[in-house]
C-alpha cells in the first residue's frame, strides 16, 4: 500500500516484507487514521502493524491506530535505517480503555520513518544471519523444506554431526513474536561462541535450529497465521501444512534414519512475560528431571524468577511441544520471552539459558547409558 496526503506533503508505504495496514484515511490537517484488521478471525490477539512514513516538510502528525478483530498488543517501535530501533510507547497520546484505538504522534521529516509493533526481523534477515554462522566450520546450513508460497525454511545444524546427541530448537511459528526470535538468535549465538564450554558441547551434541517456521506469515505481515490462514502451532496433529510436515518428517528422519538420541525440544515464542510452558511435571520424559533441573539453573544465574513454569498450558491441544513430548518422549518447551521486555535483558536470559543448559547436558551424556531413550 502507498498513501500520499491531499497536499502531497505526506506519504505512508507498506510496500516491504512485514509491512501491514489495511486502510488508511486521511483525516484532515495533521490527522490520520490506520484501521488494522486480521487475516482471519477468530484469531488469537496479536495485532500486527508495519510502516514507513516521510514527509517533505518536518512536522508532526497525529495517527490513530484502530483495530479490528483484535485490540493494541504491541507498542511501537521506531526507525529511521530499520536496523537499529527503539522503543516508543512516549509517542502514544491516547488509549481507548479497551485497546481498540491508540493514537501516536510522530514526528515526520524527509528522513523515512519505520513504525512497527516490534522490530522487523524477516526472512532476508534471518537468511542473512543464518549465512554468517554457516561460515564456522562447525555450522550447516540446508532447508528443512518450503512453505504454502515455496518460500525456503531455514535449518541450521551446529555441532560435531556425527553426534548421536540431538538438541532441536525452532521459531517464529506466529508472525509477530519477534522476540521469541531475538532469543532464539542469541541463544543459538551462545552454542557458537568460542568458551569452552560451547566447544565441548558442540563435540558431544549437535543442535538443529529453525529461526523461521513460518515465514510466509512473516513475509505477509500475518498476526498469527500461515498464507493458508492456519495456526501452524495447532497443527500438530493433523499436520495439514507443509511447514509443520517439514519439521515433523526432520525430527522423525533424525531420530529413525539417522539413530540420533533427542534430548529436548525448545520452541521460541513471545507472550506477556517470561515463561516455560510445558507438559505437566509428572509425565515421564528423556532426561528425567531436566527442565526442573534447567529453570533451577537458569533463575539462580539470574538471581530471581527471571522464568516462570506453567505445565497446564495448552498441554493437550495439537502444539508442538504437546506433539514432541507425547511421540517422542523428551522434554519439550515452549520458551516464551516478554513481548516488552528489554531487548538487553532478553540477550542475557537467552545467553544464560544457553550456557545452563549445555552445563546440564554435558554432565547428563557423562552419566548416561549409551542406549537411553534411544
Not at 505526506?10 to 490537517?29: H, M, N, P, R
Not at 508460497?149 to 538438541?167: C, F, M, T, Y
Request: one cysteine or more.
Amino acid at each position: 500500500m502507498k498513501f500520499q496526503s491531499q497536499d502531497k506533503v505526506v506519504s505512508f508505504e507498506t510496500d516491504f516484507a512485514g509491512g501491514k495496514i489495511d486502510q488508511l484515511v486521511e483525516l484532515g490537517g495533521d490527522d490520520f487514521e490506520i484501521l488494522i484488521r486480521p487475516e482471519n478471525e477468530p484469531i488469537n490477539d496479536s495485532a500486527w502493524y508495519a510502516f514507513r512514513v516521510h514527509s517533505t516538510n518536518p512536522r508532526h502528525i497525529n495517527v490513530r491506530l484502530r483495530y479490528e478483530g483484535g485490540s493494541h498488543r504491541y507498542e511501537p517501535k521506531i526507525s529511521h535505517n530499520r536496523v537499529e530501533w527503539q522503543s516508543a510507547e512516549h509517542l502514544i497520546v491516547a488509549r481507548h480503555p479497551g485497546g481498540q484505538e491508540v493514537t501516536l504522534r510522530l514526528p515526520v521529516s524527509d528522513q523515512v520513518l519505520w513504525v512497527a509493533g516490534q522490530e522487523l526481523v524477516g526472512n532476508k534477515d534471518i537468511a542473512t544471519w543464518v549465512d554468517t554462522l554457516a561460515q564456522f566450520p562447525f555450522v550447516e546450513s540446508s532447508l528443512a523444506g518450503r512453505s504454502v508460497q515455496d518460500r525456503p525454511i531455514h535449518r541450521l545444524a551446529i555441532g560435531n554431526p556425527d553426534s548421536k546427541e540431538v538438541i532441536y530448537a525452532l521459531s517464529r511459528q506466529h508472525p509477530p513474536e519477534v522476540t521469541g526470535t531475538i532469543g532464539m538468535m542469541h541463544f543459538i549465538e551462545a552454542l557458537c561462541s568460542d568458551t569452552e564450554l560451547a566447544k565441548r558441547y558442540r563435540t558431544e551434541f549437535l543442535t538443529v535450529g529453525i529461526p523461521i517456521a513460518n515465514p510466509d506469515g512473516v513475509a505477509k505481515g500475518y498476526w498469527r497465521s500461515n498464507a493458508n490462514g492456519v495456526d501452524l502451532n495447532r497443527d500438530w496433529l493433523a499436520f495439514q501444512e507443509p511447514e509443520t510436515r517439514s519439521i515433523r518428517d526432520d525430527l522423525v528422519r533424525l531420530r529413525g534414519e539417522q539413530e540420533k538420541r533427542l534430548w529436548l525440544f525448545l520452541d521460541f515464542h513471545s507472550t506477556y512475560n517470561e515463561v516455560f510452558y510445558t507438559v505437566p511435571k509428572q509425565t515421564k520424559l528423556f532426561p528425567e528431571g531436566f527442565t526442573a533441573e534447567w529453570l533451577k539453573s537458569l533463575n539462580g544465574r539470574m538471581g530471581d524468577s527471571t522464568m516462570l513454569r506453567d505445565d497446564g498450558h495448552n498441554a493437550h491441544r495439537s502444539t508442538s511441544k504437546a506433539w514432541v513430548a507425547r511421540e517422542l518422549g523428551i522434554h519439550a518447551v515452549t520458551y516464551e520471552f516478554g513481548d516488552e521486555t528489554d531487548r538487553e535483558r532478553i540477550r542475557k536470559i537467552a545467553i544464560g539459558s544457553a550456557e545452563e543448559m549445555m552445563k546440564i547436558l554435558l554432565a547428563r551424556k557423562a552419566n548416561l547409558s549409551p542406549t537411553a531413550s534411544r
